[in-house]
């Protein structure tokens, strides 16, 4: 006696899968803040987003032909993905020893969040146009594919500095002899007077102004501006070596004002204020001060006292 069954339709699977594999590689990149910058840091993550898109598109697959066990351990595979932010998480921690102005453990976290929400979107998208395509058919799922696509790269796109405040150049000089200042805003004391003409001759001055209560709450995190500070020197170098503090690169609020604003200073490689500028503006926004609002009395008596963004 021979039974017979239904033959599986693989069209959901394939549409989920070739979905969630695609917003996962149009994710991929290479940068100062996108490892994998290295074939096998790219071998990892490709392998991963086609884990998380198999997993996502077989899921929808599973349940139509009735095999509720392979949906169950296909979920489980899920949890699988806190290992990609611990994997990433570690290898920047290592990485921070031996940077001369490191990210800060904030911006080391959001970095390795990312990695780990990235793979489950791939699964996310891969189970949403799997399911569409399994009931509305292939071109309603081919198309919402791409719409889910496009909407994927908005979400996880994020916010960035230049969001929020104003960066423009500033002017370096000294007040009684050795107060190191960009415009009236005062970064350090500088007591070699070879540092100081260093300064001088080539140190770079940005100033940072909030246009509004939420920019102020992103100045004022500590773990925001070692970010900045950051992604500064990554795009035009430092002029400093193990040892030579005076030589570092700084960011620091103007006080005993409490205006809101601050200022960057640094002793470039590459002399391009452009290119510094650009990168403090997109350097991103970190989750720890998102979403606070600060209002000085001084700012709020300000022009910008009644911005809201």
């Known amino acids: 006696m021979s039974s017979s069954s239904a033959p599986i339709d693989w069209t959901p699977m394939i549409i989920g899968l070739a979905a969630g594999v695609l917003t996962r590689m149009l994710s991929l990149k290479s940068g100062r803040r996108d490892y994998p910058g290295y074939p096998s840091g790219y071998v990892i993550q490709v392998a991963m987003a086609l884990i998380a898109a198999l997993i996502g598109s077989a899921i929808v697959t599973s349940l139509i032909a009735k095999q509720l066990t392979a949906a169950t351990f296909l979920t489980l595979a899920a949890t699988q993905f806190y290992n990609t932010r611990q994997s990433e998480r570690n290898t920047l921690e290592k990485e921070e020893q031996l940077i001369l102005v490191p990210r800060g453990p904030s911006y080391i976290e959001g970095i390795a969040r990312t990695y780990e929400a990235r793979a489950f979107l791939a699964m996310l998208v891969a189970l949403g146009v799997s399911g569409l395509t399994a009931w509305a058919g292939l071109v309603p799922g081919v198309l919402g594919g791409l719409g889910v696509l496009v909407l994927s790269q908005q979400l996880m796109a994020g916010a960035v ?140 008596q300000g022009p910008m006292g009644g911005a809201g963004s």
């Open 161 to 300: 500095v230049g969001d929020v405040i104003d960066v423009t150049p500033g002017t370096v000089h000294f007040t009684k002899e050795s107060l190191l200042y960009v415009d009236d805003v005062m970064l350090m004391e500088i007591g070699l007077p070879h540092s100081r003409q260093r300064w001088i001759a080539e140190g770079y001055g940005v100033i940072l102004s909030p246009k509004g209560p939420r920019g102020q709450a992103v100045l004022w995190n500590l773990a925001q501006r070692q970010a900045i500070t950051h992604e500064a020197v990554t795009a035009v170098g430092v002029q400093k070596d193990v040892g030579y503090p005076e030589q570092g690169a700084l960011t620091r609020m103007e006080l005993p004002n409490a205006t809101g604003r601050a200022a960057l200073g640094v002793i470039p490689v590459d002399r391009d204020m452009a290119k510094l500028v650009t990168a403090i503006r997109q350097t991103p926004l970190l989750e720890s001060g998102k979403w606070n609002r600060i209002s000085s009395p001084v700012l709020v």
